[in-house]
């Protein structure tokens, strides 16, 4: 007479080796989406710096005017990590200019942002 209480116990190793497979991805996929979060905060974080730095660009050029006979150079602040190309360019509207500051990401994004400025006349301008 077989005993109705000792069926089939534990796992094979077939239900093991997929269990284990599934963890695995899910593992994968869980570091994938901290490494893309990470990309997406730095990212943010070099946007942000970027637009602090054309924000003091926009106040000096607005401080000093571009309407003397000594041109506007235009700096990022000292304080602001990383490298940073700052460009006045004329647009078709006179007296009206779009600065543009240009950053990298440490991963080599490169990241603009840009504003329009009445700064005057554009002769003299960087």
């Known amino acids: 007479m077989k005993d109705a209480g000792r069926g089939k116990t534990g796992f094979t190793l077939i239900e093991v080796t997929f269990a284990t497979g599934i963890l695995f991805l899910i593992l994968v996929l869980l570091l994938g989406a ?9 990212l943010g974080e070099r946007r942000h710096l970027a637009t602090l730095c054309l924000t003091h660009c926009v106040e000096r050029l607005h401080g000093q005017g571009a309407l003397g006979p000594e041109p506007v150079s235009l700096a990022a602040p000292e304080a602001l990590p990383g490298d940073y190309e700052i ?13 543009v500051v240009t950053t990298q990401s440490n991963r080599g994004h490169v990241i603009t942002v840009s504003a329009l400025c009445v700064v005057g006349d554009l002769s003299h301008a960087p």
């Open 34 to 42: 901290l490494s893309h979060l990470a990309l997406v905060r730095e």
């Open 87 to 99: 460009h006045l360019e004329p647009t078709e509207e006179s007296g009206v200019a779009r600065l």
